[in-house]
């Protein structure tokens, strides 16, 4: 049970602080450090008399720099990692600043849930460092507002990957990011297949390296009151001209999934005509 809290008040942050940095890149440098595992490092970015607090419903577990950087070689051995999706950044004047970073956190490459962090930063003459950490495990049901650029940033990114991993051949990396729930849809009539399905149709053509690839031109993107479903459309450069695609994607467990994908062939209205006859051949 102590060692469930010890690495649930573990954070993604890392390397030597300037007066130079900006603070995301303070965090990104301890992130790096911190999954590393090397103690000496991690301590740097520390004030000597902070401390690491994590925050469940019925409960506050507050440990010493000594006692967090216990959990340190754990990281080392990979047993432990951190991957972040959000960090929010807010700067002040007087020497107080903060970060909350939101985390998936990782035990021997298998995700065991999701947090968020704040991390105060606070500068003594010109060195920056952090004062204390506030921890707590992100519920199931909770997730971030889906309503800033940042975060439309992050999923075109994720859709982008996607179109991407396919392009390059990372079947597992493909099929990863669907849920067990996922349907494709197809340009062919026939093609409405469940993930397991379209894995099958899909295979041959990446063990022989012969896949397609769709490069997004736009993406437009909307979502439920909640935050926790958002849908999308978009056009795509492929070997049949321009297609247009459109799909939902869900934060499951505190990660996002794609459920539901529609692939469209375009055709001009003055077209369909000519169209409709080639159908009926």
């Known amino acids: 049970m102590k ?15 300037s007066a130079q940095m900006s603070l995301e890149e303070k965090t990104l440098s301890f992130m790096d450090d911190l999954n590393s595992g090397d ?13 690491v607090k994590h925050v469940d419903e019925d409960m506050m577990m507050v440990l010493s720099l000594d006692q967090f950087m216990e959990v340190a070689p754990s990281f080392k051995s990979r047993e432990f990692q951190e991957k972040h999706y959000k ?14 970073i939101y985390f998936h956190f990782y035990i021997n490459g298998e995700k065991a849930f999701s947090g968020v962090d704040h991390v105060i930063w606070v500068q003594k003459g010109e060195d920056v460092k952090i004062e204390s950490i506030l921890s707590s495990e992100l519920k199931p049901t909770l997730s971030f507002s889906p309503q800033s650029d940042e975060d439309i940033k992050m999923l075109n990114n994720l859709m982008n990957k996607w179109h991407r991993d396919v392009a390059e051949f ?7 990011f669907m849920d067990e729930s996922f349907y494709f849809l197809g340009t062919d009539p026939g093609e409405r297949w469940s993930k397991g399905e379209f894995e099958s149709f899909s295979r041959p053509y990446f063990e022989r390296k012969q896949t397609w690839d769709f490069k997004p031109n736009w993406r437009n993107w909307y979502f439920s009151d909640d ?10 450069d492929t070997w049949m001209e321009e297609c247009r695609g459109s799909g939902v994607v869900c934060l499951i467990k505190g990660e996002w999934k794609i459920v539901h994908y529609n692939l469209t062939v375009l055709i001009e209205n003055e077209k369909i005509k000519k169209f409709i006859k080639l159908r009926q051949k």
Do not use: C, H
């Open 170 to 176: 990372r079947m597992e990396e493909y099929f990863g």
């Open 87 to 100: 960090i929010d950044v807010k700067e002040f004047k007087n020497g107080l600043s903060y970060t909350d």
């Open 227 to 236: 935050g926790k479903t958002a849908w999308f459309e978009e056009s795509l």
């Open 3 to 17: 060692n469930l809290l010890l690495f649930k008040v573990l954070f993604i942050l890392g390397g030597p602080l």
């Open 39 to 51: 103690s000496t490092k991690i301590r740097s970015y520390f004030w000597e008399d902070a401390q």
